[in-house]
Every structure is written in C-alpha cells, then in structure tokens.
C-alpha cells in the first residue's frame, strides 16, 4: 500500500468519527508488518477525559486481533494544518513499536512523515 492510499484509509475512517463535543473528525490507518491495515476513529465521550483518539482506537483494535508488529501510522484530521498525535497516543503507539513511521496529513492532501522515535525522544520504559 503506498503512503497515499494509507492517508486515504484514514481519511476514510475519520468519517465514522464521533464528535459531538469538538467537531473536529480524527481518522487512523495502522499497517501491520504483515500487511494487514486497522483504522480507527476519535471516540468523545461528554466526561471529555474518556474520549478516545483515532490513533488509540486503530491500535486497539488491532492489538484485540493479535497483530503487534506495525510498520506505519497515518493520521488524518480535517484541520488546516497537520494533525499530529497527541502525546498520549505516541506513548501508547511506541510501547510496541518506536521505529515505526508515523505519516501526518492534512485536508489539502500535503503529508509529513517521521519515525516515531523522532516524535517521542527519551523513550519512557521500564
Ligand atoms: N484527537 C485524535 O483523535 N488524535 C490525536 O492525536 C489528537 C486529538 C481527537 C481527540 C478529540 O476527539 C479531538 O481530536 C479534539 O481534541
């Protein structure tokens, strides 16, 4: 799958996001080492602090079916500007995989694309 079809899938995905509080619409694209793509979308929830990112919903859903090894994240959100995950999400995403790339759009189409390791330096583990 090429960077663009994976930012499209989460893109897609953003579509089913459920927003009622911020309105803003988080999409998610998960590739496994095997291929294998989960997406994800930002779940609110009115005790704010319950909401869910798409980032976190993709992994979890993945994880859930037993695919740990991940190769690449895209994030779509529909601001102007790029939407990077949250800091919360770059924990949870580097616990199973740190060099994983991480591709970042925006609504024009235009992308960025890191190591997860770039985006999260002095790794917390134990
Ligand atoms: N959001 C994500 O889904 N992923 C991120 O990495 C950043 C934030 C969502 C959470 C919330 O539903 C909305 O964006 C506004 O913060």
């Given amino acids: 799958m090429t960077d663009r079809e994976l930012l499209n ?3 897609e995905a953003s579509k089913n996001a459920y927003v009622p509080y ?4 988080v999409g998610a694209a998960l590739e496994c080492a ?5 997406t994800g979308c930002n779940v609110e929830n009115a005790a704010l602090g319950s909401t869910i990112c798409a980032e976190r919903t993709a992994l979890v859903k993945a994880i859930s079916e037993g ?4 190769a690449r994240i895209a994030v779509w959100g529909e601001g102007q ?4 995950p949250c800091g919360a999400c770059r924990q949870v995403l580097v616990e199973f995989a740190p060099d994983m790339e991480v591709l970042v759009g925006r609504m024009d ?4 694309s890191y190591r ?3 985006l999260l330096p002095g790794i917390f583990n134990f």
């Avoid at 911020?22 to 619409?25: A, E, G, R, V, Y």
């Fill in 9 to 11: 899938a989460a893109r």
């Fill in 116 to 118: 997860l390791r770039e």
């Fill in 22 to 25: 911020s309105k803003f619409h």
């Fill in 109 to 112: 189409g235009k992308y960025v």
């Fill in 67 to 70: 695919c740990r090894d991940f």
């Fill in 34 to 38: 095997d291929g294998r793509v989960f």
């Fill in 81 to 84: 500007d790029y939407c990077y």
